[in-house]
């Protein structure tokens, strides 16, 4: 998995692969619920099929069906998606993760937790159906902090179900556009694989939903130059109340995803921007301005309207403190400067145990002295405050928070999804010097 690695093979801790505990001979135990059977539905033929062919370059890059990033996975919401993992070479073993999507546990793709890794030659099918329209993406789970970032990943969109409304005459429908981001060694920066500008041929007037994903380690900062943009989503949860953002910047954390919709103004283009690339919105050869990233960022703790979440936090079944440091100790043995969670080292570090249908409200603390990009798998958590100060916006809905140093988040979720689950840090080096542990279901 993303976890630091044991002669058991990477991310062969705690559990055997796939398998529940073991009781000690001699005792029982409730009969444990297996990994391998939270799958997927593979009783009847997938509406949408994949085969993603893995594969080594002799530059020790890595590509998906000859491309990095590897093709979008597409559906539309309430799809039986199929994925067919094919390894051509990788020797050390690959899977395929999707990051975001809250598919069944033993379609979670961790190397060492929800399956084997599969060998140079091998094969995995992967089923989940899309329930939850959005921006997601894919990456392999294995030695993750080398193979995601050499390039072992992809985009997920799954679009809405068509919706029996009649659709809105005011204007042209809104045109979908990409953005997967990510830094190649020797390259730098790229943007669905492209370097410097990218452009994206668009009528004047034209909606555009831009999907952008920071494959990368750390944060990345996104702002749009001649026009002015409202944020739609956020880890492929739609915001309920998005108003219009002009001159400001969104900090995209390492692992997330924002949905930014941009209008192409009547004259000239419109200009998405990260560090180093961009996305040009308009007609062929018309020119957008480019500024520099704004000083004034966008709080996504105070924006859009608020709307009723679904559950209701205050009544939390189970709090849990995941606090974030830093200290000298053994790390599986190794000494060294690792991080720790709530002062334990890696593999001692607790496992947040919760039951099906639990509230489970989680305060994460970092005190550190780096910000950490903190994934939970299989679950959408709610942000409900920032140092004590409560969220006003939107409903805001995360897979991967940044939690900088000094800061304390308070989050919560529902239990509705058992199995297994990791909660780590999204810079992958980081998840392998020990800022890692799992969300397990009793
Ligand atoms: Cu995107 Cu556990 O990872
Ligand atoms: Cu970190």
Do not use: K
């Amino acid at each position: 998995g993303t976890g630091p690695t044991s002669a058991a093979g990477p991310g062969g801790h705690h559990h055997g692969a796939g398998t529940a505990p073991v009781a000690a001979p001699g005792t029982t135990v409730a009969d444990p619920v297996s990994v391998r059977d939270l799958v997927g539905d593979r009783s009847r033929s997938p509406d949408v099929s994949y085969t993603l062919t893995v594969a080594q370059r002799p530059d020790g890059g890595y590509t998906v069906n000859g491309t990095s990033p590897g093709p979008v996975v597409e559906a539309t919401q309430g799809d039986l998606v199929q994925v067919v993992l094919r390894n051509e070479d990788v020797a050390e073993g690959t899977t395929l993760h999707w990051h975001g999507m809250d598919v069944p546990n033993g379609e979670d793709g961790v190397a060492g937790v929800t399956q084997d890794a599969v060998p140079a030659g091998g094969e995995h099918v992967y089923r989940f159906v899309a329930d939850e329209p959005g921006t997601y993406w894919y990456h392999s789970h294995q030695i993750s902090h080398e193979q995601v970032v050499r390039g072992l990943l992809g985009a997920v969109v799954v679009h809405p179900a068509p919706s029996a409304e009649a659709p809105d005459a005011d204007g042209p429908p809104t045109t979908d556009v990409l953005a997967l981001l990510h830094t190649y060694a020797g390259v730098g920066r790229t943007v669905n694989g492209s370097t410097g500008d990218t452009p994206v041929p668009l009528a004047p007037g034209q909606p555009a939903r831009v999907r952008l994903v920071n494959t990368d380690d750390g944060p990345t900062q996104i702002w749009v130059s001649g026009a002015a943009y409202r944020v739609l989503a956020v880890d492929g949860q739609d915001l309920n109340g998005p108003t219009p953002v002009q001159g400001r910047r969104v900090t995209l954390t390492a692992g997330a995803r924002v949905d930014l919709e941009v209008e192409v103004p009547a004259t000239g283009a419109a200009r998405v921007q990260a560090p180093g690339v961009s996305l040009v919105l308009g007609p062929a050869g018309a020119t957008a301005p480019t500024t520099p990233a704004p000083s004034e960022a966008l709080d996504l703790l105070s924006y859009g309207t608020p709307a009723d979440p679904g559950f209701d936090p205050a009544r939390a079944d189970r709090r849990f403190d995941y606090v974030i440091s830093r200290r000298f100790g053994l790390l599986d043995g190794r000494p060294g400067l690792w991080w720790t969670i709530n002062d334990h080292l890696f593999p001692d570090v607790p496992m947040f145990m919760v039951a099906e249908g639990d509230v489970v409200v989680m305060t994460m603390s970092n005190y550190s002295g780096e910000v950490h990009p903190m994934h939970l798998h299989g679950h959408h958590a709610l942000v409900l405050s920032r140092d004590g100060v409560p969220s006003t916006g939107s409903p805001w809905w995360v897979d991967s928070l940044d939690v900088p140093d000094g800061q304390t988040y308070e989050i919560a979720f529902a239990a509705d999804n058992p199995g297994i689950w990791m909660d780590h840090c999204h810079n992958l080096p980081h998840a392998r010097e020990g800022l890692v542990t799992h969300l397990m279901y009793e």
